[in-house]
Structure formats: structure tokens, C-alpha cells
């Protein structure tokens, strides 16, 4: 990167409505889902992660209801790899699904009780179901950046290579890469698949969430995961109107956002969720412009 400018377009994939839902006391009823949808695809993110359909009935049923509304942002179901999961998304009418896993070894041996063969094999039944049935498919594994590297190279080698998905996603799901890391890893992954569209995912324990960011889209990175007011579990997510603001106005990278839609989206989402935003908020805090 070294200070050189970034000149091309990435897209944002909004997670407002999953992995914001995911933070602690947040619960959208069915139209708020759907409000918020609607905000967003006016917002301009090219695909808003409308939710887990196994989930509830409620989240099923909103994500039916958004899949028929012609919003101009794609609805995409989150699923695990599962074919229950996958039936499930099938049956609310989207046309593109996140498949989840954790690409974790240790979690994988001590909580799934899987060998390494056994989570390839999870893995790319997964994928392959999904695009037979023409859904535009991401492979999205989890606590990736406190995987081992070479262990996690030989997953998304072998899910690219024998299941050929539409995106794979890197994910900081605890929020420990330094932007330095992420920058350095997500340039290999991306020269290691150059016709597969890469997605940078995080989280936000040590504040680095925006600059990571930053540093994924100058690795190479097409689209990033995100959410309004940076709502998600625990330290929440990378912030919409962080990514959105930083990009357009300090390196001058559309990435479809109407930032000045911005301000009203993110107070919609704090009423909704009864989260506040807090004064010293980068760029939408009451003390900004105080």
C-alpha cells in the first residue's frame, strides 16, 4: 500500500439485520426488519445479510417478504453448512447465501467433534448444494485470523477448487488482527485466487475494525462486511458509515454509499435497537460537530 492511493470500487455487504441483531438485548420484530432493509437498500449497499432463517419464524417470514420486494439491494441468507439450513433459505425465495463455518481447527476437533477431512468433506457438500440449486454462493469461515495459516490455506484451497463458490469471506471474528496482519494476509488470499471475489469480515475488540478495513480494500479486497452504528456482538461489528465516510472522503472510493443518507439510517437503527450512539461516535456523534 505504502501511501498509495486507492482507485477502484468496493461493495459493502450490511450485516445490520444478522450479526447486529446478534448484539446483546436486540431483538427486530418483523417490520422493523423490514424498515430497516428498506433504509438500507436506499442507503445504497449492494446486499443487505437479511438474517438466519432457522432461526425463527419471524426472521424466515421478513426475509420472504424482503426477497419478493424488489429492493435495488440483494437479499442474502446466512446459513450454516447444513442442508437443513440451506432448504430453509431456499424456501424464503432469495437468490444468494452466506455458508458459514469455523475454519477454526481447534474448534473444530473439540466443539464439532470433526476431523480435517470430515470438515472439508461438511464444507464442500455445503457449497456444492448451494450453487446447484443457482443460489450465488459465499464461503464465509469463521475465526479465521486465529487459525493457523497453513491450515486455513488448504480449506479455501480445497472449497474454491472443488466446490468453486462466488466469494470467499476472511473473518477477524474476535477482533485481534492488526491492521498490518490483515493487510499482508488478505494480498496472499487474493493473489492465491484471483477470479474469486474476496470479502474481509470483522469484529472490533481492540478499535482497529475501520483500519483493518482500510487495509483489506488496499490488499485487494472486494467488499467488506459491515454494520450501521457498528451494532453486533460484543464490540460490534465494522461500521457502516465509518467505512462508508472514510472511504469516499479520504480516498475517494465509491463504494455505493449515500453518505448523506447516512445520519438518518444510523439514528433509524439506535431507535429501533434502543442502542444510543454515543457523542464521541466517529462520524455520526452528537460531539463531531460540537
Not at 473473518?171 to 491492521?179: E, L
Not at 492465491?192 to 483493518?212: K, R
Not at 480516498?251 to 443518507?261: A, L, T, Y
Request: charged share 20%.
Amino acid at each position: 500500500w505504502c501511501g498509495q492511493p486507492l482507485t477502484r470500487s468496493v461493495y459493502v455487504h450490511d450485516v445490520t439485520l444478522r450479526d447486529g441483531e446478534q448484539a446483546p438485548g436486540v431483538c427486530f420484530t418483523l417490520p422493523e426488519r423490514l424498515r430497516i432493509a428498506e433504509a438500507l437498500s436506499d442507503l445504497g449497499v449492494k446486499r443487505i445479510e437479511a438474517g438466519m432463517p432457522t432461526v425463527s419464524e419471524q426472521a424466515a417470514e421478513s426475509m420472504t417478504r424482503l426477497a419478493r420486494m424488489n429492493l435495488s439491494a440483494e437479499i442474502v441468507a446466512f446459513a450454516r453448512a447444513h442442508s437443513d439450513d440451506i432448504e430453509a433459505s431456499l424456501r424464503c425465495g432469495v437468490k444468494a447465501i452466506v455458508i458459514e463455518h469455523t475454519v477454526n481447527p481447534y474448534l473444530c476437533k473439540y466443539a464439532y467433534g470433526l476431523s480435517d477431512q470430515q470438515l472439508l468433506d461438511r464444507l464442500v457438500g455445503a457449497v456444492l448444494r448451494a450453487k446447484d440449486e443457482g443460489l450465488h454462493t459465499t464461503f464465509m469461515g469463521w475465526d479465521f485470523f486465529r487459525s493457523p495459516l497453513e491450515f486455513t490455506k488448504h480449506v479455501y484451497q480445497t472449497v474454491v477448487r472443488e466446490a468453486q463458490p462466488d466469494a470467499i469471506v476472511l473473518v477477524d471474528t474476535f477482533g485481534v488482527a492488526t491492521p498490518i496482519t490483515v493487510y499482508q494476509v488478505v494480498r496472499e488470499f487474493k493473489a492465491m485466487f484471483p477470479g474469486v471475489n474476496l470479502e474481509f469480515h470483522c469484529h472490533n475488540e481492540f478499535g482497529w475494525a475501520t483500519g483493518a478495513a482500510i487495509s483489506a480494500i488496499a490488499a485487494g479486497a472486494d467488499g467488506v462486511h459491515s454494520a450501521v452504528n457498528g451494532l453486533g456482538e460484543r464490540t460490534g461489528n465494522l461500521s457502516t458509515e465509518e467505512i462508508a465516510a472514510a472511504l469516499h472522503i479520504l480516498f475517494g472510493v465509491e463504494c455505493g454509499v449515500h453518505i448523506d443518507k447516512l445520519a438518518d439510517v444510523c439514528r433509524l437503527v439506535s431507535e429501533i435497537s434502543r442502542v444510543p450512539i454515543a457523542p464521541n461516535k466517529p462520524v455520526i456523534g452528537s460531539r463531531v460537530f460540537q
